[in-house]
C-alpha cells in the first residue's frame, strides 16, 4: 500500500514562499497522475494544481495561477508545489493526492491516494 506524506509547510509572511514536497512510499505511484489541493479554515477542499503523470499536462487554480508551480520527480516518485507571493488566503492544509486514471483533474473524488496534510499559514 503507498503512503503519500507531505512536508515543507510552516509560518510564511506575506509575500513570501514555501516548497511543498510529497513523497511516496510503499508501491510506486510514479506513473499516476498527481495534483495538489487544499482546505482553507472552516471552509471545503479545493483544487489547486494538477500534472499528469509524464508532465504534458498541467493546470492551476485560477487563485494561484502564475503565482505557484506544480512539477515532480519520477525517479524520486515526488510531486512538488512551489509557492510564491504567498497571501493570507491561502492559508491552508495543503494535501498531495494521486490517481491512476483521472478524466476531470480538479474533481477529489477522482484521486485514490491521498497525503494526510501539511499546515501552510501566510501572516499579514
Known amino acids: 500500500q503507498v503512503q503519500l506524506v507531505e512536508s515543507g509547510g510552516g509560518l510564511v509572511q506575506a509575500g513570501g514562499s514555501l516548497r511543498l514536497s510529497c513523497a511516496a512510499s510503499?508501491?510506486?505511484?510514479?506513473?499516476?497522475?498527481k495534483a495538489w489541493f487544499r482546505r482553507p479554515p472552516g471552509k471545503e477542499l479545493e483544487f489547486v494544481a494538477f500534472?499528469?503523470?509524464?508532465?504534458?499536462?498541467?493546470y492551476y487554480s485560477d487563485s494561484v495561477k502564475g503565482r505557484f508551480t506544480i512539477s515532480r520527480d519520477n525517479a524520486r516518485d515526488t510531486l512538488y508545489l512551489q509557492m510564491n507571493g504567498l497571501k493570507p488566503e491561502d492559508t491552508a492544509v495543503y494535501y498531495c493526492?494521486?490517481?491512476?486514471?483521472?478524466?476531470?483533474?480538479?474533481?477529489?473524488?477522482?484521486?485514490?491516494?491521498w497525503g494526510r496534510g501539511t499546515q501552510v499559514t501566510v501572516s499579514s
Open positions: 510503499g508501491d510506486t505511484v510514479s506513473t499516476y497522475h
Open positions: 500534472i499528469s503523470w509524464k508532465g504534458g499536462n498541467i
Open positions: 493526492a494521486a490517481g491512476q486514471t483521472v478524466p476531470t483533474y480538479y474533481k477529489q473524488n477522482e484521486y485514490d491516494r
